[in-house]
Antibody
Framework: QVQLVQSGSELKKPGASVKVSCKAS????????MNWVRQAPGQGLEWMGW????????TYAQGFTGRFVFSLDTSVSTAYLQISSLKAEDTAVYYC???????????WGQGTLVTVSS | EIVLTQSPGTLSLSPGERATLSCRAS???????LAWYQQKPGQAPRLLIY???SRATGIPDRFSGSGSGTDFTLTISRLEPEDFAVYYC?????????FGQGTKLEIK
């Protein structure tokens, strides 16, 4: 069965960096894109962008350029989200979500809470 | 970018009743690429409907989606206790993807 398992919660200080992992199983990793979605506390869903798991080419939504980096390690079927120069407003749950070529988000990771606080 | 507006913001109904949730797009959704997700507290969203009207694997047939162009509807024919949650629409036809702000379905 398809599973996306994300790394655990993180508590970081402002200015630090964090790397969230998303390990896929139950399907061929390189046949589906991986998307990232943010959900701030008590708020809705915000699409951050996606990475082509075949080519490694990332696409970032406006507002997620510069400090946000999507990457892959296809040898272990894992996608990564790295956020640098963390700010308090980066505090959120970050989800990875698989997408077939149509782009619908058909399977989601369980989410990773990143808390940025001094 | 396409703005999705969901209504109502909160819907208060009783088990057994019919729920109708709306999602209106600021411009036509390409190829009808509109999805609905259910999210319960502390859980990840779950795909219910894709392509405006196709049910995802394992989704009960009391959930149905309809619409095209700019107006879409999620209908839950007879509410079960486990259906009370927040529902989001999502368009994935044009980049960037966008989500509606959500409709909270609560027990009356």
């Amino acid at each position: 069965q398809v599973q996306l398992v994300q790394s655990g919660s993180e508590l970081k200080k402002p200015g630090a960096s964090v790397k969230v992992s998303c390990k896929a199983s139950g399907y061929t990793f390189t046949t589906y894109a991986m998307n990232w979605v943010r959900q701030a506390p008590g708020q809705g869903l915000e699409w951050m962008g996606w990475i082509n798991t075949n080519t490694g080419n990332p696409t970032y939504a406006q507002g997620f350029t510069g400090r946000f980096v999507f990457s892959l390690d296809t040898s272990v079927s894992t996608a990564y989200l790295q956020i640098s120069s963390l700010k308090a407003e980066d505090t959120a749950v970050y989800y990875c979500a698989r997408a077939p070529p149509t782009g619908v988000l058909d399977y989601w990771g369980q989410g990773t809470l990143v808390t940025v606080s001094s | 970018e396409i703005v999705l507006t969901q209504s109502p913001g909160t819907l208060s109904l009783s088990p057994g009743e019919r729920a109708t949730l709306s999602c209106r797009a600021s411009q036509s959704v390409s190829r009808g690429y509109l999805a609905w997700y259910q999210q319960k507290p502390g859980q990840a969203p779950r795909l219910l409907i894709y392509g405006a009207s196709s049910r995802a694997t394992g989704i009960p047939d009391r959930f149905s989606g309809s619409g095209s162009g700019t107006d879409f509807t999620l209908t839950i024919s007879r509410l079960e206790p486990e259906d009370f949650a927040v529902y989001y629409c999502h368009q994935y036809g044009d980049s960037p993807d966008t989500f509606g702000q959500g409709t909270k379905l609560e027990i009356k």
